[in-house]
């Protein structure tokens, strides 16, 4: 069986990869480096950066651990020459994947003739099933012209070569924050507008108001419910106009507003592909409306998170080698236990649902919270801030969703993670021990405290 995967982020390649493994014959067409946005201009690359923003915060406050050193000064080249290197050397590897593999990758820009044909550079390749994973890009909000110089997204953030005296971030959401946090760390004066009330919008009030409050301490200025409505650079400066009147100066504008799916210029309507808006539509096997062609990742809209779309390529490559031998597709994802990160300091991190969204859903819960400022762990390593908190169906103990702001957040909600995965109720985590001291100690009390609650 031959397959196409077009697009070699972490889709494309995780459904390459799976493909071979099962027996295919597989080409994956790549634009640009391996890897995508997440490894090369995403996911890898700011937390790479964001390690550095925290040595310098550690060292702001060395003093409390009994240490004397020096203001820390941030060497921008040696931040980005630590970043390439790691971004090239999980490049490598991928590469010595697709080489043991056996997969073929192909350079190129790769356009979709016919249902099961892809054009590269004038060359035709042909296949049994081909695999849409052409990801994401920057949306550009209209009032900002991207021309200008001085205006930034996320691609300059991680490339950038000196640290801005002023920045002003357009949008509140978790791209805008991270990137909010490293700045405001490394000495920039930022000031982030957001169009909604609150900062990660659709989250938590809770996890809302504690992250704001987190980012505020290290000096970040927000404009809630407000928006840019005009930019311009006036000498080496940046004049933004926003929406209430105020006139924000800065040397950098740095746009956050998210991403779209990157569906354009690849044949996907010519060849007869439903979208919805800008996405591709498909069913839960993902398939799209046309037989042997399948779509995968930010590309079908959804959760855009590199881990989403990498699972969707594992099913999407089984389930298109069962069609493929005459069987019936089974491998669909369970969205619901699915893990969001945010990767500011404090670490944010949420799966399943709040309580607010339970109760719309007709669901009666609990919410427990459980602080982790009476964490021995968490004020030994002088990160007391936060909680974890946990809704829980009343009577069934069945976890409905985790919300968690404090240390490790991005590492240890996946306890809660498995737990809902597998149908484990809070009794179940609350009766597992958990080794001391430790900052997981949070979630079992927790799910303690729910426990209590759901018994009552």
Do not use: W
């Given at each position: 069986?031959?397959?196409?995967?077009?697009?070699?982020?972490?889709?494309?390649?995780?459904?390459?990869?799976?493909?071979?493994?099962?027996?295919?014959?597989v080409t994956l067409i790549e634009k640009d480096e391996i890897g995508g946005t997440c490894l090369n201009r995403g996911c890898v690359p700011t937390k790479s950066?964001?390690?550095?923003?925290?040595?310098?915060?550690?060292?702001?406050?060395?003093?409390?651990?009994g240490v004397s050193l020096g203001p820390a000064e941030p060497d921008v080249a040696a931040i980005c020459e630590r970043k390439d290197a790691i971004v090239a050397e999980l490049r490598g590897q991928l590469e010595d994947t697709a080489r043991r593999l056996k997969v073929?990758?192909?350079?190129?820009?790769?356009?979709?003739?016919?249902?099961?044909?892809?054009?590269?550079?004038?060359?035709?390749?042909?296949?049994?099933?081909?695999?849409?994973?052409?990801?994401?890009?920057?949306?550009?909000?209209?009032?900002?012209?991207?021309s200008l110089p001085g205006v930034w997204t996320s691609d300059d953030g991680v490339a950038f070569r000196e640290v801005p005296g002023e920045l002003l971030l357009v949008g509140?959401?978790?791209?805008?924050?991270?990137?909010?946090?490293?700045?405001?760390?490394f000495g920039s004066k930022v000031t982030v507008v957001e169009l909604t009330p609150t900062v990660l919008p659709g989250n938590d009030k809770r996890v809302t108001r504690e992250a704001q409050k987190a980012l505020e301490a290290l000096g970040v200025t927000f404009r809630l419910g407000d928006a840019v409505e005009s930019v311009e650079r006036v000498g080496e400066r940046m004049r933004s106009t926003l929406r209430s009147g105020e006139v924000v100066e800065s040397d950098v504008v740095f746009s956050a507003v998210g991403r779209v799916p990157n569906s354009a210029g690849f044949g996907f309507e010519e060849a007869g592909i439903e979208f919805d808006r800008r996405a591709v539509r498909t069913d839960e096997f993902f398939r799209t409306n046309v037989p042997g062609v399948y779509a995968i990742g930010d590309l079908i809209g959804?959760?855009?998170?590199?881990?989403?779309?990498?699972?969707?390529?594992?099913?999407?490559?089984?389930?298109?080698?069962?069609?493929?031998?005459?069987?019936?597709?089974?491998?669909?994802?369970?969205?619901?236990?699915?893990?969001?990160?945010?990767?500011?300091?404090?670490?944010?991190?949420?799966?399943?649902?709040?309580?607010?969204?339970?109760?719309?859903?007709?669901?009666?819960?609990?919410?427990?919270v459980s602080k982790f400022a009476a964490n021995g762990k968490a004020l030994a390593e002088g990160e007391g801030e936060g909680f974890v908190q946990v809704v829980a169906e009343k009577g069934s103990g069945r976890i409905v969703g985790c919300q968690i702001v404090g240390p490790h957040a991005v590492e240890i909600v996946h306890e809660i993670a498995v737990a809902m995965r597998n149908g484990l109720r809070v009794w179940d985590v609350a009766h597992t021990t958990h080794a001391h001291p430790t900052v997981s100690e949070v979630v079992r009390i927790a799910c303690e405290l729910a426990a209590e609650q759901t018994r009552g």
């Open positions: 069986m031959r397959m196409i995967v077009l697009g070699g982020g972490p889709g494309g390649y995780s459904c390459a990869f799976e493909a071979a493994r099962l027996g295919a014959s950066i964001l390690r550095t923003a925290r040595l310098v915060q550690d060292a702001a406050h060395a003093t409390s651990f073929t990758i192909v350079r190129g820009e790769g356009r979709l003739v016919e249902p099961h044909a892809v054009e590269v550079g004038g060359e035709r390749h042909e296949a049994d099933a081909v695999v849409l994973a052409t990801g994401s890009v920057v949306f550009k909000l209209p009032t900002i012209d991207h509140g959401g978790v791209i805008g924050l991270e990137f909010a946090c490293a700045y405001a760390t959804g959760m855009m998170l590199a881990h989403v779309a990498e699972d969707e390529g594992v099913a999407a490559a089984g389930n298109a080698i069962a069609e493929a031998k005459g069987e019936a597709p089974t491998k669909t994802l369970d969205y619901s236990s699915v893990p969001a990160c945010v990767y500011t300091f404090p670490e944010v991190a949420v799966v399943g649902g709040s309580r607010d969204s339970a109760k719309e859903r007709g669901l009666d819960v609990v919410q427990a």
